[in-house]
C-alpha cells in the first residue's frame, strides 16, 4: 500500500475507497488476532511458572526460556526410561523366538505411552503423588479477563502436543536405531560411551545427557539422513524474492523439503557417508544446513523433549542390545507426513550378557 493511499488529504470515495476501508479494517483484525494469541500464550506461560508442571507444548525449544523448560524436562527422564525398559524387556521375550524383530510398531507404542505419562499423568503415579500435569495446566489456566481457554483451543495444543511427541518421536527413534545396526563401528563406540557413564543403566538422569558427545553426534547425523518430517508447507506472509532474481507474491502456498536441503550436495559432502564430523565441535557447517527440527520462529516446539527421549532410548537399547540390519529386509524409505518405511524397520537383536 502506498503512502498516498493513507493521506489525509486524499479523499476516499467509490469503489475503490471501500476497498482500502475493507483493506485497512482486515489488518487491523489480523493485527488484534495476532495480539491475542501472543497474549494467550504469555498467559499460559505465567500458568505454569505457578505450577510444577510440564509447560504448553509451544515452549520447548525457545531459547529465552531455555533453564526454565530444561527443569522441566529434567523429571521426564525417568518416565522416559520407564517406557523404554517396558519395550527393552519385551523385546528380550521376543528376540527368544526369533532374532529379527520389525522395531516401528514397537517403538511407536513407547513413544505413545511416554507421551501419555507427560502430558497425561497415564499410569503414572498419579494416585499417591499427585502432580499437575500438561493437561492441568491448560485447564487450571485463566486468560487475562479470567475466561479459560476454549475446547478449540485446548484441543490445538493437546493435539499438536500428541503429534510432535509421538509419530516424530517415532520415526527419529527407529531411524536411528536403524542407522546405529548398519554402522557397527559407531554402534560400539556409543556403546562403549554410555557403558563408562551409566554401567548397566539402572539409573539414567538429565545430566548424563549432556556427557554423551560421540552417541549425540550419532543421533545428529541419523536425524540428517533420516530426518523425521521430510517436509512441511507454508503460506508466505509476504512477497520473496530469491537470489537468481526470480520471485513469490504474498499468499502463496510453498513446499519447504528439508530432506533435500538434508542431502544437497553443495551443502553436504560425502551425502550417503555416515561422517560424524558434520556435527564436531568447530564444524563449518551452515546454520541452516541441518534442520531436524525446522527453524525459526516456527521451528519445532518439542525440539528439546525429544531430543531428551532420543538419548535415553539409544543409551538404554544399545546397553542391553547389539543391533544388526536384517539384509532380506532394507528398509525403503517413505515420506509421509513422518518418514517411514515402506516394509517396515527390521532388526536383528542380539542380547548383550
Not at 498467559?43 to 530444561?70: D, I
Not at 510398531?105 to 500435569?133: E, N
Amino acid at each position: 500500500m502506498s503512502a498516498s493511499v493513507l493521506s489525509p488529504t486524499r479523499p476516499l470515495g467509490g469503489i475503490s475507497g471501500l476497498l482500502q476501508v475493507a483493506s485497512l479494517l482486515g489488518l487491523v483484525l489480523l493485527l488484534l488476532k495476532a495480539a491475542q494469541v501472543f497474549l494467550c500464550k504469555q498467559w499460559l506461560l505465567k500458568a505454569v511458572q505457578e505450577f510444577p508442571c510440564p509447560p504448553p507444548h509451544w515452549l520447548y525449544g525457545h531459547s529465552q526460556q531455555s533453564a526454565f523448560h530444561y527443569d522441566i524436562l529434567k523429571p521426564y527422564v525417568g518416565l522416559m526410561a520407564d517406557s523404554v525398559r517396558v519395550m527393552l524387556d519385551k523385546w528380550e521375550e521376543l528376540i527368544s523366538q526369533d532374532s529379527h524383530l520389525e522395531i516401528f510398531g514397537h517403538v511407536s507404542m513407547m513413544t505413545l505411552d511416554t507421551i501419555m505419562k507427560c502430558t497425561f499423568s497415564h499410569q503414572s503415579s498419579v494416585q499417591t503423588d499427585r502432580h499437575l500435569d500438561f493437561l492441568d495446566s491448560l485447564l487450571f489456566a485463566r486468560m487475562g479477563n479470567g475466561s479459560s481457554l476454549s475446547d478449540k483451543d485446548l484441543r490445538a495444543e493437546v493435539d499438536t502436543f500428541m503429534f510432535e511427541g509421538h509419530d516424530t518421536t517415532a520415526s527419529s527413534i527407529s531411524w536411528i536405531l536403524y542407522a546405529l545396526a548398519a554402522h557397527p563401528a559407531h554402534q560400539q563406540r556409543c556403546r562403549e560411551e554410555i557403558q563408562s557413564l551409566l554401567g548397566d543403566g539402572a539409573s539414567i538422569t538429565w545430566d548424563h545427557l549432556d556427557q554423551m558427545p560421540y552417541t549425540t553426534m550419532c543421533i545428529k547425523e541419523a536425524l540428517r539422513l533420516y530426518l523425521p518430517v521430510p517436509s512441511v508447507s507454508r503460506e508466505l506472509s509476504k512477497p520473496i524474492t530469491f537470489p537468481d532474481g526470480r520471485s513469490l507474491p504474498r499468499g502463496i502456498i510453498i513446499g519447504l523439503s528439508f530432506y533435500a536441503l538434508h542431502h544437497n550436495p553443495n551443502l553436504v559432502l560425502s551425502l550417503q557417508v555416515f561422517d560424524l564430523s558434520r556435527f564436531a565441535p568447530g564444524s563449518a557447517r551452515h546454520s541452516h544446513a541441518f534442520l531436524p527440527f525446522s527453524g525459526g520462529p516456527r521451528d519445532c516446539i518439542g525440539k528439546q523433549f525429544a531430543m531428551t527421549e532420543l538419548k535415553v532410548a539409544v543409551a538404554l537399547t544399545l546397553l542391553r542390545f547389539e543391533l544388526a540390519p536384517d539384509p532380506s529386509r532394507v528398509p525403503a524409505p517413505i515420506p509421509r507426513i513422518v518418514l517411514k518405511s515402506k516394509n517396515g524397520i527390521y532388526l536383528r537383536l542380539r542380547k548383550l550378557l
